[in-house]
């Protein structure tokens, strides 16, 4: 059974970065989607990018310009960077596959963004 893992997360002062990693379990030559959700405390899961198969992307509103979500199939991965980061960043991340038959959720990364 195809397990995500993610790693990456920790505590950084507004303005800083941070890179993502999903580590996947399964091959992700079929992989029909890609994506990076987050929850804040007392709100609910949002999406924050995804990526397509074909390498198509699209981002939540709030983090254009300054997160961008990429793959490498070689390591079987798919990463989010996060740069200008913001205290309403703050939340649990989690990362996303869409395997056509199936689909998997990781456990998740905290990011916490303060000064």
């Known amino acids: 059974q195809v397990q995500l893992v993610e790693s990456g997360g920790g505590l950084v002062q507004p303005g800083g970065s941070l890179r993502l990693s999903c580590a996947s379990s399964g091959s992700m030559d079929s992989i029909n989607q890609m994506a990076w959700y987050r929850q804040a405390p007392g709100k609910q899961r949002e999406l924050v990018a995804s990526?397509?198969?074909?390498?198509?992307?699209n981002y939540a509103d709030s983090v254009k310009g300054r997160f961008t979500i990429f793959r490498d199939n070689a390591k079987n991965t798919w990463s989010l960077q996060m740069n200008s980061l913001k205290p309403e960043d703050t939340g649990v991340y989690y990362c996303?596959?869409?395997?056509?038959?199936?689909?998997?959720w990781g456990r998740g990364t905290q990011v916490t963004v303060s000064s």
């Open positions: 990526i397509t198969g074909g390498g198509s992307t």
């Open positions: 996303w596959g869409d395997y056509g038959w199936y689909r998997r």
